[in-house]
């Protein structure tokens, strides 16, 4: 079993930063990408940023020259370093992860998703 924790959301005014963290723990054997998304209501769920294990990342256009992500594998843990916050950021954030984890002598790769936290920019 893997658990997601995501932490670091909040209230923030415009122009402002929040750093997010997602931890990962659990039997497991390999954090291959990470990510994170968001979804606003009403609105469909969306790619904010990916990074794989060896650091190249991916980011929305949206986002791109605001947002960072970056990761500790030994932690099996990613972050989300948010800057020149807009209102339209604000959403729940999610933490996703591609997880191969073990179970005695058997392994499995599955997709995980944490709680979620709620980022909410003012004007």
């Known amino acids: 079993q893997v658990q997601l924790v995501e932490s670091g959301g909040g209230l923030v005014q415009a122009g402002g930063s929040l750093r997010l963290s997602c931890a990962a723990s659990?039997?497991?054997?390999?954090?291959?990408?990470m990510g994170w998304y968001r979804q606003a209501p009403g609105k469909q769920r969306e790619l904010v940023a990916a990074?794989?294990?060896?650091?190249?990342?991916n980011y929305a256009d949206s986002v791109k020259g605001r947002f960072t992500s970056s990761r500790d594998n030994a932690k099996n843990t990613v972050y989300l370093q948010m800057n020149s916050l807009k209102p339209e950021d604000t959403a729940v954030y999610y933490c996703n992860a591609d997880v191969t984890h073990y179970r005695g002598s058997n392994y499995y790769t599955g997709d995980y998703w944490g709680q979620g936290t709620q980022v909410t920019v003012s004007s």
């Open positions: 990074i794989t294990s060896g650091g190249s990342t």
């Open positions: 659990g039997s497991i054997f390999s954090v291959n990408v």
